[in-house]
């Protein structure tokens, strides 16, 4: 069983950086892709970032340029430095693992944290 802390949310304004932590703990086989999702009110859940064990990135693309996912095997965490944000990338970030390969589909992931709030005012 895997287990995912996220932290690092908060509220900042447009044009301000952010960096986003999720920490795993359990069998590291749970954590050979990671990625974030982001769910904001009303809307469904969508994916912003993936990575694979050996560092690999996968971007939506209204977050490719101003994000960059990151991870340090070592200690089994994942980051998110989300620079140049904008009021549109408001929302709860959701850290995912469980899957061997980055999907952009929530339902791949086995795994989910308690999500972060991310606010970004105009």
């Known amino acids: ?6 932290s690092g ?12 932590s999720c920490a795993a703990s359990g069998p590291t086989s749970g954590t050979v892709a990671m990625s974030w ?14 990575i694979s064990w050996t560092g690999g990135g996968l971007y939506a693309n209204s977050v ?16 998110l430095q989300m620079n140049s944000l904008k009021p549109e990338d408001t929302a709860v970030y959701y850290c995912a693992a469980g899957s061997r390969v980055v999907f952009t589909i929530p339902g ?6 308690q999500g972060t709030q991310v606010t970004v005012s105009s």
């Open 37 to 50: 999702f982001r769910q904001a009110p009303g809307k469904e859940r969508e994916f912003v970032a993936g």
């Open 9 to 20: 949310g908060g509220l900042v304004q447009a044009g301000d950086a952010l960096k986003l």
């Open 108 to 113: 791949a992931y086995a795994y989910w944290g």
């Open 64 to 79: 490719k340029g101003r994000f960059t996912i990151s991870r340090d095997n070592a200690k089994n965490t994942v980051y």
């Open 1 to 6: 069983q895997v287990q995912l802390v996220e």
